[in-house]
């Protein structure tokens, strides 16, 4: 293994429990800037006097430009010093998130919600760094649980926002995220590691980026991760971006606090993560994410049916929110499974085609909302599904039996 040298004690940082749950709670509380406005679209549609998908938009803004943090600034951790870089990118979240909430008009806020997706790269440049500290034998257990506080932050973001909306004005929820990660940047200031340098491979961060299609070429099972990721998150993306348009339709008449609550059954998938990154440290990662997949597709067919009964709802969202993260942490404990080396750039692949996926599907989602209601919303879910079964199942159909990367050669 590729060790992480310390410049002063040239030793190995100790991944202690209380470093993993830090870095965990740092993933969730980062993460969750990116889902504030979703379950309140319908509140700052009125408040800016636009259409439901015209807020829509800002939410893939904010997918779209968590997607080019990915492709453009997570390299960054393979080339330059990732405590300093872990905390200037929460300094500069705090910014962003001032910028939403001093927005005046709905083109501004957009603006600010790109912004916010952009500097909120910091989960994909821990998880790499704590799957190297990891080392091969820890690393699903250690994915699953810096994957676990990701989703926590997703889904209680919802839910926090659809509260704080339903009692004060729905800015205060930026203003209250704010003060959160001002905190949090104190906090790993303090107690993050000194790593030093990584970029072992000699690159600057231009040669490092000039990498990366090599990087996808040769590896077949990065390629595989990265299609199905577009698709699962796409599916997800598509259900979360509407929901609160079908919650407050004459279907249920029901507002910005119990879209909030809806989230909390979400956290099934977050309390599943660790146990899905053992079975990922033991068992085949594709069979996973056959699972994931299948859960999704029940959480779908669901919702297609039987959305319009609170328990068939709720039963959706929990195999939703599963099937999704058992794909996730198959997925990236896969990629980071093909070397140490270019662990952040095999992340920023995956992650970029992931959150494209998300970008597209909340796109599509409210706009096949607009235009074709429940049905239309339901029916993309399941195109996104079918697509999925095609690049896991036709696309990328094993060449062999074997578990592993799909090449042993890594470029630089």
Known sequence: MVPILNNQTQK?????????????????????????????????A???????????????????????????LVPLGDVVDRRKLIIRMCLLSAVTLLGAYFAPNLALFSAASFLIGLMSIVPQIIIPYGAVLAGPAKRGRVMGTLLGGLLVGIL??????????????????????????LLLAVILACTLPDTGRPNHHGLSYTQTLATIPGVIKTHRVLQEAAANGFFMFGTFSIFWSTLIFYISSPVYHWGTREAGLLAIFGLFGALAAPLIGRLADRFSDRNLVLIGLLLQTAAFLLLLVGAQHIVLLVLSIILLDVGNQFGQVANQTRVQNLGEHI?????????????IGGSLGSLLGTTL?????????????????????LCHGVIFRPRHSKKGPASAASPR
């Open 12 to 44: 190995k940082p100790v991944l202690t429990s209380s470093l993993i749950f830090i870095m965990a709670v740092t993933c969730g509380v980062v993460v969750a800037n990116n889902y504030y406005l979703q379950p309140i679209e319908t509140v700052i």
């Open 46 to 72: 009125a408040s800016f006097h636009v259409s439901n998908g015209a807020v829509g938009i800002a939410a893939m803004l904010t997918q779209f430009g968590y997607a080019m943090g990915l492709l453009l």
């Open 156 to 181: 209680l973001s919802r839910t926090v926002s659809g509260i704080v909306a339903s009692i004060w004005p729905w800015q205060s929820i930026y203003l209250i995220a704010v003060v959160v990660i």
């Open 343 to 355: 662990s952040n750039r095999t992340n920023t692949v995956f992650m970029f085609s992931y959150f």
């Open 369 to 389: 909302w607009q235009t074709a209601g429940w049905l239309g919303v339901t029916g993309l879910g399941l195109v996104f599904q079918a697509l999925a079964y």
